[in-house]
């Protein structure tokens, strides 16, 4: 089992930026790939990013060039720096683990590649 705990939501202005940060209970060296997804009210979540073992990173369209997914830290927290945010920007944020052993190293956006999330935090983009 591994627990993932989402921080760092909040309430920001158009334009501004915030960092969004995911611990795992336990080291996520071994992990094949980790990724951030977000949802809306009424629809399903959308991938944002993943970034897989070696450091290869997949970005939605909607947010390249604003967002950067790393991995820092003793234990290798997932951090999302996301920059230059919009309206549209506004959802629940969740982070998403594949602990399962994988082929694939370089990552998903596909919600059915995961295993374990977090609980989710708030992003809310004011214009």
């Known amino acids: 089992q591994v627990q993932l705990v989402e921080s760092g939501g909040g309430s920001v202005q158009s334009g501004e930026s915030l960092k969004l940060s995911c611990t795992a209970s336990r080291n996520t060296d071994s992990f094949p790939f980790m990724a951030w997804f977000r949802q809306v009210p009424g629809q399903g979540r959308e991938g944002v990013v993943s970034?897989?073992?070696?450091?290869?990173?997949t970005y939605a369209d909607s947010v390249k060039g604003r967002f950067h997914i790393s991995r820092g830290g003793p234990d290798k927290t997932l951090n999302l720096q996301m920059n230059s945010l919009e309206p549209e920007d506004t959802a629940v944020y969740y982070c998403?683990?594949?602990?399962?052993?994988?082929?694939?190293?370089?990552?998903?956006?596909?919600?059915?590649?995961?295993?374990?999330w977090g609980q989710g935090t708030q992003v809310t983009v004011s214009s």
């Open positions: 970034i897989g073992r070696f450091g290869h990173t």
């Open positions: 998403a683990a594949r602990v399962a052993p994988s082929s694939n190293a370089y990552g998903s956006l596909r919600e059915a590649e995961y295993d374990y």
